[in-house]
């Protein structure tokens, strides 16, 4: 995208933000929460393959949670499998993302 279209872009995007009346309190706190979950997730992989339980369990959040966050870092790539460990599998940040 070149310069002149990029603040087309921003300019169309920052009128319709205004006229849809910005982002709520609301909207901003779950935007962060969903932010320091998957920093997080991240985080507690750069230092080797776990499994949902052990994530949960190092993160303190819900495996559900925990769940929906490997599988989505999974989905785009930046998580892989990496082995099992007893029935369950094991995930790592992909080579290129740590």
Do not use: C, H
Request: no cysteine.
């Amino acid at each position: 995208m070149n310069g002149t279209k990029r603040l087309e872009w921003r300019e169309a995007l920052r009128v319709f933000r205004e006229r849809m009346g910005g982002l709520t309190d609301a909207k901003k706190a779950y935007l962060k929460s969903d932010r320091d979950t998957r920093k997080a997730v991240r985080e507690a992989l750069r230092f080797g393959s776990r499994t949902i339980p052990e994530l949960t369990q190092q993160l303190n959040l819900p495996g559900e949670r925990v769940t929906w966050y490997v599988m989505a870092l999974k989905r785009y790539g930046e998580v892989v499998e990496a082995g099992r460990a007893g029935d369950y599998f094991r995930y790592a940040l992909k080579e290129s993302e740590r």
